[in-house]
């Protein structure tokens, strides 16, 4: 299970972090300076917590 979740966040990390970094391309002015490891890191372990939470509350209720 941790697996799942832990994979599910590093691919929604990913994906936020490309966003971000697509919109960094646009606007520099606004969006520049952004570290796109670092947001991925971050997206990723907000990410795992919030899918650990979730998944484990249907767990629990099963």
Do not use: R
């Not at 799942?4 to 691919?11: E, N, Q, W, Y």
């Not at 936020?16 to 952004?34: M, R």
């Not at 919030?50 to 484990?56: A, D, E, H, R, S």
């Amino acid at each position: 299970m941790f697996g799942f979740t832990f994979v599910m966040a590093a691919l929604t990390g990913l994906v936020i972090a490309s966003h971000y970094q697509k919109k960094e391309e646009k606007n520099p002015e606004k969006y520049g300076g952004q570290n796109f490891i670092a947001t991925w890191i971050i997206t990723g372990i907000i990410s795992l917590v919030v899918f650990n939470l979730i998944f484990g509350l249907i767990y629990q209720s099963f």
